[in-house]
């Protein structure tokens, strides 16, 4: 059982930046696969990113360029930074799991393990 608890979130103007934390339980977490979705008032779940347990890194085409996705095993951390906000960045931020390593999945439902999110608002 994996537990995950997101920090970081917080209200910032447009072209701001913000660094979202999550924070892993349990002594495995180097073996997997993080990755950040988000959700906004009336959407879906969307993907974001994520990073295999190889450091290898994907992303969603919104967030390429801006947002970087990073991890420190010793820490059992995973982070978010978010560079150049826009005001559709808002959106509760979530992290989550997967028990497969590599990092490719996109689909919200196809992880294992989620935190219970973090609110980002960006404004104009």
């Known amino acids: 059982q994996v537990q995950l608890v997101e920090s970081g979130g917080g209200l910032v103007q447009a072209g701001g930046s913000l660094r979202l934390s999550c924070a892993a339980s349990g002594r495995t977490f180097s073996s997997y696969a993080m990755a950040w979705f988000r959700q906004a008032p009336g959407k879906e779940r969307e993907f974001v990113a994520a990073?295999?347990?190889?450091?290898?890194?994907y992303y969603a085409d919104s967030a390429k360029g801006r947002f970087t996705i990073s991890r420190d095993n010793a820490k059992n951390t995973v982070y978010l930074q978010m560079n150049s906000l826009k005001p559709e960045d808002t959106a509760v931020y979530s992290c989550?799991?997967?028990?497969?390593?590599?990092?490719?999945?996109?689909?919200?439902?196809?992880?294992?393990?989620w935190g219970q999110g973090t609110q980002v608002t960006v404004s104009s």
């Open positions: 990073i295999s347990w190889t450091y290898n890194t």
């Open positions: 989550a799991a997967d028990r497969e390593r590599w990092g490719r999945k996109r689909a919200w439902n196809e992880y294992d393990y």
